[in-house]
């Protein structure tokens, strides 16, 4: 993953402390996790956001207002990387 991110921005040490600093705060935060092999990382399972409490509906009108066109296909929106690493229980009749 590193040297993809140094391909992209250049080979400087800001980048570098960037992108570990990124890494340990999603193995913290438990999206990610760190296998036994130095370097290699899993993904954790999508973290569930019910609707009972609206955070759902908030997280789909953010990702609306994210977008460059004011109108998206709800599958197309529900599947934006923009949600990582949330999984939203969202239908049509929600």
């Not at 999603?26 to 990382?41: A, P």
């Not at 009972?52 to 998206?72: F, H, K, M, Q, Y």
Request: charged share 20%; proline share 6%.
């Amino acid at each position: 993953m590193a040297r993809r991110i140094a391909e992209a921005w250049g080979e400087r040490s800001t980048v570098t402390r960037a992108t570990q600093r990124v890494v340990r705060s999603l193995i913290q935060w438990g999206v990610l996790k760190e296998m036994t092999e130095r370097g290699v990382f899993s993904a954790t399972p999508r973290v569930d956001v019910t609707n009972g409490d609206g955070t759902s509906s908030w997280l789909v009108e953010a990702g609306i207002s994210n977008c460059d066109r004011p109108t998206r296909p709800l599958r197309s929106l529900l599947t934006s990387s923009v949600f990582f690493p949330f999984m939203l229980p969202l239908s049509p009749l929600d």
